[in-house]
Each structure stands twice: as structure tokens, then as C-alpha cells.
């Protein structure tokens, strides 16, 4: 069993910038490829990105491509998500999620087994 608690959200202006933080509870947290999602009112949970166990391997939303930065410090047991440039269409509710992986990492929400309870971010314009 592993648990997620995320940590950083905020209420910031547009072009801001927040770090969200998801630690883990799971000794083994180097085995776990991670990933960050989001939920806005009204809308489904939505791939945001995706980091490899060894944190090697990176993927992105388009719409947040060159503006987050998603990385992991694997003595810290914690993921983190590096949100700059931020835009209103970024308010939602972020997750981070766990999967346990060998290699690579899924953009698929179903495919992870673990999340936490979400923090909120706000961009106002």
C-alpha cells in the first residue's frame, strides 16, 4: 500500500508560477513510476505528466508542455510538479498517482493504483 499526500497548491495570478510536492509513503518508492493529473469543475481527471522510476523518462499534456516541469527525488520519497507561465485554464484539483513499473510511464489514469487526495490550484486572470 502507498500513500500520496500532495502539498503546494494555492490561489496565484496568471504568469505565476506554484511547485506542487506528493510525498510517498512506500519504501520502495524507486520501484513506482509517478504522475500528476488534474480536475477541473465539470471535467474529467486529465493527464497532466509523467515521470519514470529512475526519473530518466519524462511525458507532458501538450497543453502544458514547456511550462511544467515534472521531477523526483527518489532519497526524498516525493514527486514534484514545477508549474510556471500559469494560465487560468490551469485551475483544477492536482493529483499525483503510482504505479508500480519497470520501465517507461502511463498517461492512462486507469492505469495507476495509487493517488492521493488532491491539492487545489487557482489562476486568476
Known amino acids: 500500500q502507498v500513500q500520496l499526500v500532495e502539498s503546494g497548491g494555492g490561489l496565484v495570478q496568471a504568469g505565476g508560477s506554484l511547485r506542487l510536492s506528493c510525498a510517498a509513503s512506500?519504501?520502495?518508492?524507486?520501484?513506482?513510476?509517478m504522475g500528476w493529473f488534474r480536475q477541473a469543475p465539470g471535467k474529467e481527471r486529465e493527464f497532466v505528466a509523467a515521470?519514470?522510476?529512475?526519473?530518466?523518462?519524462?511525458s507532458y499534456a501538450d497543453s502544458v508542455k514547456g511550462r511544467f516541469t515534472i521531477s523526483r527525488d527518489n532519497a526524498k520519497n516525493t514527486v514534484y510538479l514545477q508549474m510556471n507561465s500559469l494560465k487560468p485554464e490551469d485551475t483544477a484539483v492536482y493529483y499525483c498517482?503510482?504505479?508500480?513499473?519497470?520501465?517507461?510511464?502511463?498517461?492512462?489514469?486507469?492505469?495507476?493504483?495509487?493517488w492521493g487526495q488532491g491539492t487545489q490550484v487557482t489562476v486568476s486572470s
Open positions: 515521470i519514470s522510476r529512475s526519473g530518466s523518462s519524462t
Open positions: 512506500a519504501r520502495t518508492f524507486s520501484t513506482y513510476s
Open positions: 498517482a503510482a504505479v508500480l513499473l519497470s520501465y517507461g510511464w502511463f498517461t492512462d489514469r486507469d492505469k495507476y493504483d495509487y
